[in-house]
């Protein structure tokens, strides 16, 4: 493939490393689906996407089978940031909008829960980096907020703050942070798993045994949906056409992909206004602007343009199993880009930090979930805990994964306190705004200050919490 790129004219060469890089990804994630599918990875909560960027590792200019070229792989190594904007602009669209009457209690302690797991991520990483990484092994401070970036945010926020991390001087940030989300990806099922089996013998479950995990599995919506089925109508009227039921579903996908781009320009268009009205302020907050991302607003677009379709009635142009399908599909390719373009050499130098950081945060988020939970969240509290276990440790759907492993007949109230904090949160935590601003504080403030911030916020999540599990 070197050979082939060298020999192009230069001005055709970017545009067929482009198609080249993107042909050689798909085709990839193809492969490991065909191949994960077989071994039945998904049976045990973990992505194919993970094993097609394993081959892409061999297949890589360092692998034992080098047949990628540099530019491919360096087209890869750009691909997160617009696939997660592309997620996060999805992500709403298809979904309607909750109602937060009657909620306030049980969403209050689950926002109250998940605060306490991300800031306490944060507090977790600030003290394993002051104590331990830095005075020992001479670690960035920046190093502190890893946790958080790779539990809760995964492997599209550890791709996306790459750049962040070069800026502040941390030299491989991404692929530390892409490998811990590797590890809580990992963690979220196998640790999670045994939490569940552990509950059954102690009586926390509300609703009947946990059923087998690979029979669980297979109730999770993390399968790519199918397409919704296309409506018949009436008889058609004598001269009347029939349009093919092919044209259709190209038509449903790409109004509904002009949704998702409507979504991802607003938030474009918010980001220009914020790096504006920011220009004549200067100080941190210029400096926090200029390294946010769009994909955070990108989900303000979504939600945007699903109130206004909404509120006007036109909801019947957005296909769910579509928008989920932009989503998997992103999430997919993004996932097999950044594993295939891990630094190994790096990993293995820095193999003890990463271990560290990954196993403070595991213990802090076992430790919130079975310390913590029983007496924040209401009644069926576990099964509440264990999905935001899930989701602050791996991804969303290793939560529903655990969900469904202890609730197999769905008769918790979980997912609809969870999804509407997902709907609050999201925009700030897990790969939002805070998530961006943390290193930046980090390397103004100091890693101390950030960490007693953290430490109070902490304090304070936790006795509110307490308070209103008291009432």
């Excluded at 493939?1 to 990839?28: E, K, S």
């Excluded at 102690?202 to 089925?229: D, H, K, N, Q």
């Amino acid at each position: 493939m070197t050979h082939l790129l060298a020999a192009l004219p230069a001005w055709a060469a970017p545009a067929v490393t482009l198609l080249l890089a993107l042909a050689a990804l798909t085709l990839l994630v193809l492969v490991g689906r065909r191949l994960g599918g077989a071994l039945g990875l998904k049976q045990w909560g973990i992505p194919e996407a993970l094993l097609a960027g394993s081959l892409g590792l061999l297949l890589a200019p360092a692998g034992p089978l080098p047949l990628l070229a540099e530019p491919v792989m360096a087209v890869w190594d750009q691909l997160p940031l617009p696939l997660l904007t592309l997620v996060f602009g999805s992500l709403l669209l298809g979904k309607p909008l909750p109602k937060l009457g009657g909620l306030w209690r049980p969403l209050s302690a689950q926002v109250l829960l998940a605060l306490t797991l991300a800031f306490g991520q944060f507090l977790v990483g600030g003290l394993v980096v002051l104590l331990v990484l830095q005075p020992w092994l001479g670690m960035s401070p920046v190093l502190a907020v890893l946790i958080e970036v790779a539990y809760e945010g995964g492997h599209g926020s550890a791709a996306a703050m790459g750049p962040t991390y070069e800026r502040l001087g941390l030299e491989g940030g991404q692929a530390l942070g892409l490998a811990m989300a590797t590890v809580g990806l990992l963690a979220s099922t196998v640790v999670g798993g045994l939490v569940v089996v552990l509950a059954r013998g102690r009586g926390w479950l509300s609703f009947g045994a946990a059923i087998p995990l690979p029979e669980a599995m297979e109730t999770v919506a993390e399968v790519t949906p199918p397409l919704e089925a296309i409506p018949t109508g009436p008889p058609l009227e004598e001269g009347t056409v029939e349009v093919p039921a092919a044209w259709r579903q190209a038509a449903d996908w790409a109004v509904n992909l002009a949704l998702v781009g409507v979504a991802v320009l607003i938030g474009c268009g918010l980001l220009e206004a914020l790096r504006w009205a920011s220009a004549g302020s200067g100080g941190g907050f210029a400096l926090v602007i200029d390294a946010l991302p769009v994909f955070p607003l990108a989900l303000v677009g979504s939600l945007l343009v699903r109130l206004v379709l909404e509120k006007s009635g036109q909801t019947r142009w957005v296909s769910t199993p579509i928008q989920a399908m932009v989503g998997t599909i992103s999430a997919d390719l993004l996932i097999t880009a950044a594993t295939a373009c891990l630094d190994l050499g790096l990993l293995a130098a820095d193999w003890l930090p990463l271990t560290v950081l990954a196993l403070a945060g595991l213990l802090w988020n076992l430790a919130v979930v079975l310390l913590l939970a029983p007496r924040i969240l209401p009644a069926d509290w576990f099964e509440r805990a264990i999905l935001e276990f899930g989701q602050a440790t791996g991804v969303a759907a290793s939560g529903l994964l655990l969900l469904r492993m202890a609730d197999p007949d769905d008769r918790s109230e979980a997912v609809t306190a969870f999804s509407i904090k997902q709907l609050l949160l999201q925009p700030l935590l897990a790969g939002g705004v805070i998530t961006v601003v943390a290193p930046l504080v980090v390397d103004g403030w100091g890693l101390p200050a950030w960490t007693g911030l953290c430490f109070g916020l902490v304090l304070v999540w936790i006795s509110l919490g307490l308070w209103l599990g008291r009432r």
